[in-house]
């Protein structure tokens, strides 16, 4: 009698779990068949629902079942070892930005599902199921998706793209490092490649890339926010020299800099920031590449720092931040570091028309906060640097009337 009773709570349970699947699975379905009729904020309000729901029946994703369990335009693809499948569908919207959006699941970490999305622009779109398709290149898997014949997403490293997306969810701070040593590693090995230097992995939307005029510098940034505001900021340096490509990491220690406008700093000594903008200037035979970033700092005030970056030459170029190249009042910096409030955005940008590093001038909201950065912000007045000679001179109150001052706040988060 007790065999029995055993056997049928099996069978209840088999039939139960499977009832359940089904049913995970034509919600899925008519879900998305429900969601891609709504309106456009309709969509938004309910997308977390749906991505929540797809990540629990993709996971489960059988190919055998892949009739019932993925709706028409749905397209997906298994990398040639089967450790990734990637699903891809696209939602159109009326009148925003119709998305690309993806699911991946990796199933080096027990099937973990994480998804991404990619705007692909407003209008009509008239090819509606991906194609998708995930290649092996060496240790790398290349990850392309494309509407007919036009290609639509290319990611270089599906597995640097996972990092990156755990690094966005994750809450727990030592994760966070130990994940974006990891991100590291991997980025070196794409840095380190020929095939492609001015690429600037513009599918990995948390890192910034920058790359120099002459196309010898190639800097990539990111930030790591803490639980308690703070910030630490992670990157690397690719050169390009006769004998190949130089890598090197930058360690941030921006805490702990001494006077940080006259010190010259190293990448094992880096005053970190994400680096939105590079302006190359010569003078006498001197190369310089200015950089322009952005530090979240802490909770409650945010900073902007123009640097300079200089190298040496040969195979070894020894790459130096700092340089006394910024003069106000005839006083020489190395570099220009400016804190301001968390609540306000300051613009700091070259100007391709000026020929000049346009800024916002910052002022505190009243005499008694005269000092204290936390209370800084925009005065409705601007400054900004002009190259002559060799040096960024500092020029006050200038006239921006008639300035496209459009993409010039760059305030990074």
Known sequence: MKIRFILFSILISVIVNDTSSQAVNRDFVSYWEGFINMDDNEKNYRFPDFIKLANETLIKFEPAKAFEMLPANWNYAYSPDSLYVVFSAVMVYKNQENRLINVVIDKTQDAKAIYFVKNLGTGLISVNKPVVDVKRKGNRYNLYIGLGTKQVLFIEDLELKILFSNLATSRNDADK????????????????????????????????????????????????????????????????????????????????????????????????????????????????????????????????????????????????????????????????????????????????????????NLAPVNDNFKGDFRNYGPDFSYNGLKFEKGKWILQTDIDLRNTDLRNTDLRKR
Request: charged letters at 25%; one cysteine or more; a negative charge.
């Open 177 to 360: 490092v130990e994940l974006s040593r990891s991100i590291w590693l991997r980025l070196q090995q794409l840095l380190a490649s020929n095939n492609d230097f001015t690429g600037k992995f513009e599918n990995f939307e948390e890192l910034s890339t920058i790359i120099s005029k002459d196309e010898r510098v190639k800097i990539c940034t990111w930030n790591v926010e803490f639980n308690d505001g703070d910030n630490q900021f992670f990157g690397g340096i690719a050169v390009k020299t006769q004998s190949g490509i130089r890598t090197y990491e930058l360690v941030d220690n921006y805490k702990n800099i001494r006077s940080p406008e006259n010190a010259t700093l190293s990448t094992s000594k880096w005053y970190g920031c994400i680096y939105y903008d590079i302006v190359e200037t010569k003078y006498k035979g001197d190369i310089y590449y200015t950089l322009i970033g952005y530090n979240g700092n802490d909770a409650f005030s945010q900073i902007k720092i123009v640097d300079v970056l200089v190298l040496a030459g040969g195979n070894n170029p020894n790459p130096k931040f700092g340089h006394n190249l910024f003069y106000e009042d005839n006083r020489s910096k190395r570099r220009l570091i400016f804190e301001y409030s968390n609540s306000a955005t300051m613009m700091l940008k070259y100007n391709e028309d000026k020929k000049m590093i346009i800024m916002d």
